[in-house]
Structure formats: C-alpha cells, structure tokens
C-alpha cells in the first residue's frame, strides 16, 4: 500500500532545516503508527514537489532515515516503511488541540449507559462459544451469496446500486417478502404494508419513534430483549415490566393503562418459550379491549425445527392492530442488518419518512442481493442446514445438560438456537461467566434480560450456533466444574 503524498505537509512554524523537518515527519508518522511497516513512501520527486521544496533535500531525508532502519530501499521500486521499524501496536495520536468543551452541559440527552451486553470481539478464539446471535461460518453459503452479490453489481442492476431511493425499497426484495415470506407466516400485505429496516433494532427504534411519547405506556416482557429497554427510554415513555411464565406474556397481567405491547411469541427472548394458540387469541383480546397495539418481533420462526411454527399473531389480527417485525439478520448472518416492518398504511407511511430523514434506505446493493439470493432459492437451502445442524446441536446440549445435572429454565418446544438455564441461587452468572472465559467457555450471563435492577442474578443463556456440535459435552462439563468451583466476591 502506497502512503498518499496528501499525508505530508511541513508546519509553517516548523524548526531546524527543512531536510530535518521532513526526516523527523516521516518519523513521527512511524513512531505513531500512522505509516505502517511494508507502506511505501512517495518517490522523492512527487513529494519534493508536493512540499515545494528541492528533491536532493527529500534525497537527503530519506536516505537519514534508511541509514536509521526507519526506512528500506527496494531497487528501483523505492522507499518503504522498514520491517524493522518500531512501530507501535496501535495507532493511538495524541490531540492537535486540548478539548476545553464542557460536554456534561453541551450534551442534552445521553445514549450511554445502557443494559446491553458486549459479546467478546474475539469470541471465534474461544473453544467453547455458548454464545446467541453469532453465525458459523461452516452453515453459511458463501458461494451463492457471492453469486447474489455480483449479478447485483452487474450492469442491468446499475440503478439499485447507484440510485438513491430516497424513502423507496428495493422493490425485488419487498415483493419477494410480499408474496413468499409473509405468507408463510399467514400475513398478506400489499407493498405500501411493508418497510425495509436495518434489522429488528431499527424496526423496534422506528416503532417506538413514531408511537410512543412521554404520554403513553408501553408494556414489555421480562425478562425480555435487553436493547428494547434503551430504545424505550429515549421516548421517556412509561415501562411496564410483564414478568413471562412459561407460555410467554401473560395478556391477564397487562397494565390498563397500556398503549403499546411488546412481544416475542414464536421464541420469547430469553426464555424462548412458545405462546400457544390460546393465549394468542387471549393477548388479541386484551390488546383490543385496552385498545392498544400489538409489536410483534418474530424473530427465529424459521428456525422450527422441532415442530410447525405456529401462526403469526399478525396473521390473526382483524383489526389492523399488530405491527409485524421480521428479520434476516438471525436467519442468514448477523452483520447483514436487513429486517422489515408489516403494518398499516398510515403506520408505515410515517415509518418511512422517519427512515428517510434519518438514513434514507438501506443500501441498494445490500437490498438487492438479499433479493437474488432469497429468489432463487438459496435461502429456503440455507434454513434446511442450518435446521439441520441446530437440530443435531440442540440434541446434544440437551444429552450433556442432563448428563451433567444442569438445570434448565426454559427450552422451547419449537427449536431455536438456545437454552434458557439457572444456576443455584447464590451463584451470580456475570462472575461465573468471567472464571468461565479462563477455560475458554463462554456463556452469556441473564441478568440484563431482567428489567429490575435488582432482579436475579442466576440465569445464563447457552446459544448453540456457534458452537461444533463436538465440542459441546465439554464445554457443558466444564460449565458444571465452574459451578462446582465457584467461588464469589469476597
């Protein structure tokens, strides 16, 4: 990689020669890890003429430096940024200026702060991940996406990559969902119904946007989806926590007062408990007593591999009532960030202007190669491995769970991608989780799914889509060790 003449510039109050000044420029570049080891340098002659100044002075600069290591010469090639130049691990530079700014006052709404967990950036190092939400690049089908992705950058698809949409969709991706995914879920929604997100969390960010205000009440799962509680707050809407029980949101315990109601039913998060057919019919219900609306995060249907998925709320709404979120993001890979919203005209009307003001559309390109690979059929194949290999892994962790006497809270009669476990009540997950992580195990601790603060500290979560099937007695077992083992603050 060659390092840009623009990098380069001399200080109008700089000191000493200006063969000094330049020498000690490329220098601090190397010493602050702004030029890397392996980079080359411009040619004497382009940076003499960038910088105004003689190319013998630039000449004599570059050949200090090569004298010194920082620098080595290739032939006719150049100069480089020498192998053995002592380049810091980081690139961390120090201000230009002091910040004398008072942010405490400047900021009037902070966003920090909040109940989501951070998985480890380098989970994959782990041998044993029981971690939620990440993909195995092993069930991916890498061939055909990357098919998908270069007859999308042809040049008959040039408009959906270049264009601006401004609050427009992809129109091969929303028909693909009109006609093939939504009615397998029983919904029918005509295009003007549905609006392409960046994933369920900005799905859920929209809705609570354009419903919810300081006036108005909305009614959460708990425990239940940790982020839902940050979007939440910034509306300073009223938070009514729904403790779940074993068939999801118990509609009985609805506040009143409630206008909008939060719900997981096909996988309730974390729990990933199914809501039967009754109690949907009874939620229904109540929603439309309380005249209130129903968000549906549907998230994980497709992952039914123990049984049918059970219909949509949605499909089952006759009042217009239900907003549907869907999303790719669990389905195919996490780092796609392309779900969508099914709901009333007027509903996604407003969706859709909020999503222009504040990122016009997701991109073109990344709508219109999710389309091709939905349309030929490379999707439906790769939900019947994934099913597959979650199927086998779901039957193992269940084998070494009761094998190793661990105790499940909940475990979904459909399928999914984890299990909702509890610890013995003096054990705290959080602590349990960092003596795990030095046996190379990870697990993801329950307490943030709870909306009290205060709430119980022994539940954990054990994804297994991350995870070879091989390797997860192991890990169970050394999960039933740390238990064994564990020892609390002092």
């Known amino acids: 990689m060659a390092i840009s003449v623009e990098t380069f510039f001399l200080a109008a109050d700089g000191q000493g020669t200006l063969q000094a000044q330049i020498q000690q420029m490329i220098a601090q570049g190397i010493l602050s890890g702004r030029f890397h080891r392996g980079e ?5 002659r382009s940076l003499a003429a960038h910088l105004g100044v003689s ?11 090569l004298a010194n290591d920082y620098l080595s010469s290739r032939g006719r090639s150049g100069y480089f940024v020498s192998d053995n130049a002592p380049v810091p691990p980081v690139y961390d530079p120090r201000p230009a200026s002091e910040d004398r700014v008072d942010w405490t006052r400047a900021i009037t709404r902070t966003f920090t702060g909040g109940d989501t967990p951070v998985k480890p950036s380098d989970w994959e190092n782990y041998r044993y991940p029981f971690i939620y939400g990440q993909v195995d690049p092993t069930l991916f089908d890498h061939a055909n996406w990357r098919l998908s992705a270069m007859r999308a950058l042809g040049a008959k698809d040039f408009s959906s990559l270049t264009s601006d ?3 427009r969709d992809d129109p091969l991706l929303v028909e693909f969902i009109s006609r ?3 009615p397998r879920r029983g919904i029918t929604a005509r ?3 549905v609006l392409i997100t960046m994933g369920a969390q900005n799905a859920l960010w929209l809705t609570a946007q354009v419903l919810l205000n300081s006036r108005r009440r909305a009614a959460i799962e708990d425990p239940g989806y940790h982020a839902l509680r940050d979007v939440l707050a910034h509306t300073r809407c009223s938070i009514s926590p729904v403790r779940v029980d074993a068939d999801g949101l118990p509609p009985d315990a609805i506040p009143a007062d409630t206008d909008i109601i939060f719900s997981t039913p096909s996988h309730q998060s974390p729990t990933t408990a199914t809501m039967p057919m009754a109690r949907r019919k009874a939620l229904l219900e109540k929603a439309s007593a309380l005249n209130a609306l129903i968000i549906e995060d549907d998230y994980e249907f497709e992952l039914s591999f123990l049984g049918a998925p059970s219909p949509a709320l949605k499909s089952m709404d006759r009042d217009g009532r239900v907003i549907y979120v869907g999303s790719f993001s669990k389905s195919l890979f996490p780092g796609l960030r392309l779900g969508y919203l099914v709901g009333s005209e007027p509903f996604i009307r407003e969706a ?7 990122l016009r559309h997701p991109p073109g390109h990344v709508q219109r190669t999710a389309a091709y690979f939905l349309s030929l059929g490379h999707y439906d194949a790769q939900i019947r491995r994934m099913s597959k290999a979650l199927h086998a892994r779901r039957k193992q962790l269940e084998e070494s769970v009761v094998r190793h006497g661990l105790t499940v809270a909940g475990h979904g009669g459909y399928g ?3 299990l909702w476990m509890q610890a013995p009540p003096h054990v705290d997950t959080e602590l349990l989780a960092s003596q795990l992580r030095r046996k190379a195990v990870l697990i993801e601790p329950g307490a943030p799914f709870f909306s009290a603060k205060s709430g119980p500290a022994n539940f954990y979560r054990l994804g297994y889509s991350s995870i070879h099937v091989d390797r997860i007695d192991e890990g169970v077992r050394l999960i039933r060790e740390g238990l064994e083992k564990y020892e609390p603050m002092a």
């Open 180 to 182: 093939h995914t939504l």
């Open 191 to 193: 295009p003007s119904e």
């Open 416 to 418: 999914g991608s984890a």
């Open 165 to 167: 949409y401004y609050d």
């Open 40 to 44: 080359k340098l411009p040619s004497s």
């Open 55 to 65: 190319r013998i002075t630039v000449t004599l600069a570059y050949t200090e430096l």
């Open 352 to 358: 859709r202007a909020l999503r222009a003001s504040v």
